[in-house]
């Protein structure tokens, strides 16, 4: 079954600090891909990466990057110097085929200044 | 370049009133997709649609629940007899077959 967990309900930093955000993921096909979205206070899910499974390079996007390790089935995403802005909920998701994404109950960050 | 719209932002209604919400995808996807999300979790799938036909639906879309999309452009989901546990973001999202999904600011409906 495809399965995306986000064991870190909410996290609390002070600005300037670095965090990471975990995701797990389960699933039985052979190639895929992963997301993470945020969520602002206004509701918006905002699309930040896509990564496909035969990629296991780290991604670097200014402050942000992420991880992907097929071999302990985890896509975490790490931001560098956070801001207040940052501040948001935080999904992983993995699709259920070409269309059904799966999502986790996502990580609420809350970066204080 | 608009992103997805949604319309209303927000909805208030009392328990046993039908509702409807619209969502308007990017203009060249030709998928357009139904989430809903509840406070603390993960949006979950609701239905979708390629073109005009509406391809699937998830069983958490009971028979008060309908959408519609009638000429593969903006879509209208309906909730009739509005139940109290039907308060949640109702969220839509677009994209082009297999390609990234990109979601409109949601509409978040309260039933009292």
């Known amino acids: 079954a495809q399965k995306v967990t986000q064991a870190q309900t909410e996290i609390s930093v002070v600005e300037k600090e670095d965090v990471t955000l975990d995701c797990v993921y389960e699933?039985?096909?052979?190639?895929?891909?992963l997301f993470w979205y945020k969520q602002p206070p206004s509701g918006e899910l905002v699309f930040l990466i896509r990564r496909n499974s035969f990629d296991e390079q780290n991604e670097i996007s200014g402050r942000y990057s992420w991880n992907f390790q097929k071999s302990t089935s985890s896509f975490n995403f790490t931001i560098t110097a956070s801001q207040v802005v940052d501040s948001a909920v935080y999904f992983c998701a993995l699709p259920l085929g070409t269309y059904k994404y799966i999502f986790g109950t996502g990580t609420r960050l809350k970066v204080l200044a | 370049d608009t992103g997805v719209s949604q319309n209303p932002r927000h909805k208030i209604t009392k328990r046993g009133q039908n509702v409807t919400f619209r969502c308007d995808p990017i203009s060249e996807h030709n998928r357009l997709y139904w989430y809903r999300q509840t406070l603390g979790q993960g949006p979950e799938f609701l239905t979708y649609?390629?073109?005009?036909?509406?391809?699937?639906k998830s069983r958490l879309l009971s028979d008060r629940f309908s959408a519609e999309r009638p000429k593969g452009s903006f879509s209208t989901l309906e909730i009739q007899r509005t139940e109290q546990g039907d308060s949640a973001m109702y969220l839509c999202a677009s994209s082009s077959v297999g390609e990234t999904q990109y979601f409109g600011p949601g509409t978040r409906l309260l039933v009292l």
């Open positions: 649609f390629q073109n005009e036909a509406q391809l699937e």
């Open positions: 699933t039985r096909d052979t190639t895929y891909y």
